[in-house]
């Protein structure tokens, strides 16, 4: 669908502005995978790309990213990914991942909401098959 081609392009583009701009976007090794990860405030997706995924855009609202490529070929992964978000007083948050399938790309979003220089650390559990990974990041989100 045209649409889908161009939210896909689009969330593409701003992933990429938000990790030249933020360094947002990261990438961890997991076994053969090459994990790729960004947390980034809602506001920065267009209208059209939250309602697209069902994302409130909030200046207290983050979006949490995940893609999963096989290291050696980097085709995308379809994966079974759950996580929690735990804040500096303990308190977790679970994180209901959806995934994403825009031709080629397999991507898993989820969100959590925030308030200013709120610091979250993320722990992801990754898995398909017999092999299970766990990613673990931490990021700061800032209110615009």
């Not at 995978?33 to 207290?60: C, G, N």
Request: with cysteine; charged share 15%.
């Amino acid at each position: 669908m045209k649409t889908s081609a161009y939210s896909a392009r689009l969330l593409g583009l701003i992933a990429m502005l938000c990790s030249v701009q933020l360094s947002a976007e990261q990438m961890k090794q997991l076994g053969n995978w090459d994990v790729h990860y960004m947390a980034l405030p809602a506001t920065f997706l267009t209208p059209e790309v939250a309602v697209q995924y069902d994302i409130q855009r909030s200046k207290f609202n983050g979006v949490i990213n995940i893609s999963v490529l096989e290291t050696s070929t980097q085709q995308p992964q379809q994966v079974a990914i759950k996580g929690v978000a735990k804040d500096l007083f303990g308190r977790q948050r679970q994180l209901d991942f959806k995934q994403v399938t825009e031709g080629d790309a397999v991507y898993y979003l989820a969100t959590v909401p925030y308030q200013n220089e709120q610091l979250y650390n993320f722990t992801i559990d990754v898995g398909q098959g017999d092999q299970q990974q766990q990613l673990t990041f931490s990021h700061t989100f800032y209110v615009d």
